[in-house]
């Protein structure tokens, strides 16, 4: 094998690889976070998660590119653990396609999809129509790098160390090895298979060899999913503890029938002389087969892995972190179903901050109105957990900005962005209230009964209001409507509140001290009246809680 080979085997590995991470970048532009709505009216039912599974992954050629996006959509909340194993079970069955694609040749029309899609997005000014084009020129570039690196394996029939390497893998524990190190290191199965299927189509392994490597290789393939669970939640990580157990029960029974049946010799009867197509068909039979064996039991191994993982609470409890959403690192930025994680995340990290701040708006008013210094500091101590989130969620928000190619989610994710601001706001007005004790205790201000009722009002109103802004599920118009009544109905309470206050002080029954904080809290509960009207016109008036 000359230098050259060399240099062709990796340039065709990187061109099937890219072809790949066309096909996954041109659907999640295409898709985006209606992958969302797609999967949640799919996954409902086992077979039909299995088919969406199988579907993705026969669209973007990737197993890997599937397992990593369904992680992603159990670590945002948007997926249960229960419907991703219908997901995982069916992304096997999808990347056997690329197998069968290359034992049928495809390959010779590979250069006409690479025309096809770059005249896509060369000569048709659509958008829409450029992210169709990124995947069938994706598929095109896919089989012109399997094409090389099918004829840089060529000279190595003539080695005759790779050869007697080649035998060498006739034992089922170094095949397996084999398959698993090779796959883990390109992270790819479809293309550690194709590598396979060019090794046989060149004459240098047969079927009987190649079997137990095959195995492997589907092994192999988890060490994608698992990278991408590292810094996830339990759920998360749960996930891609399925996908292993699934691969691995999977090559341990076919590894033992084939050892004592005559499987493999049946598989090769069915396509004599073609190695490439019989390491397509026993890749599919492996996949297929599993998935009807273990379909019965998926609910038992999302069992199973919380046994595997079980939940560790106590790892969080009084450590501020985000519990849906995680820092991408740059090799995820583009994975397929991004905005649909990226969306569900955020919101969700939301609901978190709108449940912190109501809770602080609350306490801030029993604080001021009962004189409870004691729970300054638990309000404090929540203000600077809300502040982390907002941080930590509009650094998230901007990362995703980035990479973001739908205009339409581009849109919602900014306003996610604005709200993320609004609720900071909130709980900063609620520290203001809170605050205001230091200052009562210190001059001696007491409140009379009229005051605390109004306290006692405002109180009410904003909790009201924060709880119904959690809760909306749709856009519709009673929940604008409803929206712009809390508003209102918090200024109305606020002018009414100060001209009963200006009556007080006409009266002298209030102090100049005890008239001029609460002024200030009638503006920050006015504040808080504004900022809850800005979150629900950035959410489209109710999407928070979609």
């Known amino acids: 094998m000359k230098i050259t080979d060399f240099f062709s085997l990796l340039g065709g590995l990187a061109l099937f690889l890219y072809g790949m991470q066309m096909m996954s970048n041109g659907l999640e532009a295409a898709a985006g976070n209606k992958m969302k709505q797609i999967l949640e009216k799919l996954t409902a039912n086992r077979f039909l998660g299995v088919l969406v599974g199988a579907g993705i992954t026969a669209v973007i050629q990737s197993s890997s590119a599937t397992t990593v996006m369904v992680v992603g959509f159990v670590n945002s909340g948007m997926m249960t653990l229960k419907q991703a194993v219908w997901i995982i079970m069916g992304a096997n069955i999808g990347t056997t396609i690329t197998g069968q694609l290359i034992a049928l ?9 690479a025309f096809a899609g770059v005249a896509l997005i060369v000569f048709v000014k659509k958008q829409k129509v450029h992210h169709y084009g990124l995947i069938v020129a994706g598929l095109g570039i896919l089989f012109i790098g399997m094409e090389m690196m099918s004829g840089a394996m060529m000279p190595l029939r003539e080695s005759e160390a790779f050869v007697s390497l080649m035998t060498k893998f006739s034992n089922p524990v170094l095949g397996i090895l084999a398959g698993m190190i090779f796959t883990a290191l ?7 298979v194709g590598i396979l299927q060019a090794l046989a189509s060149s004459g240098l392994i047969g079927l009987p060899n190649a079997v137990f490597v095959l195995f492997g290789q589907n092994i192999g393939t988890c060490i994608t999913a698992i990278l991408a669970a590292i810094g996830t939640n339990r759920n998360a990580k749960r996930t891609t503890v399925i996908h292993l157990m699934f691969n691995i029960i999977g090559t341990t029974i076919f590894t033992i029938v084939c050892i004592l049946t005559p499987l493999t010799s049946l598989v090769e009867s069915w396509t004599p002389g073609n190695v490439s197509a019989q390491i397509a068909n026993m890749h599919t039979l492996f996949n297929i087969v599993t998935t009807l064996l273990l379909l019965p039991f998926g609910t038992y191994l999302a069992k199973l892995a919380v046994k595997i993982l079980p939940e560790k609470q106590e790892e969080m409890e009084g450590v501020m972190h985000m519990e849906f959403i995680h820092p991408m690192e740059t090799k995820r930025d583009t994975q397929i179903g991004l905005s649909a994680i990226a969306v569900t995340g955020i919101k969700n990290e939301l609901h978190r901050m709108i449940g912190m701040a109501k809770e602080n708006v609350e306490k801030s008013f029993v604080c001021v109105k009962d004189g409870k210094r004691e729970l300054l500091e638990e309000v404090r101590e929540r203000e600077e957990y809300i502040d982390y989130l907002n941080k930590e969620i509009s ?18 994710i900014s306003a996610l962005f604005k709200v993320c601001g609004n609720v900071e706001r909130i709980g900063d007005h609620a520290m203001n209230i809170c605050e205001y004790t230091k200052m009562i205790e210190k001059q001696g201000i007491t409140f009379s009964a009229e005051v605390k009722e109004e306290m006692d009002e405002m109180r009410e109103i904003c909790g009201k209001a924060l709880d119904f802004l959690s809760q909306i599920e749709d856009n519709s118009g009673k929940n604008i409507q409803a929206i712009e009544d809390f508003e209102q109905k918090i200024d109305d309470m606020t002018e009414d509140y100060r001209q009963k206050q200006m009556v007080r002080m006409q009266k002298g029954t209030c102090s100049e001290e005890g008239c001029i904080i609460y002024s200030e809290m009638l ?24």
């Open 105 to 113: 040749d495809v390959g010779q029309l590979a250069p006409l999809f």
């Open 186 to 192: 390109i992270q790819s199965s479809s293309a550690s």
């Open 395 to 412: 650094k998230y928000i901007s990362k995703v900005l980035v990479n973001e190619s739908n205009p339409g989610d581009s849109q919602y």
């Open 523 to 546: 503006t920050d509960f006015e504040r808080i009246g504004d900022h809850i009207l800005n979150i629900g016109q950035e959410m489209g008036m109710g999407k928070v809680g979609a």
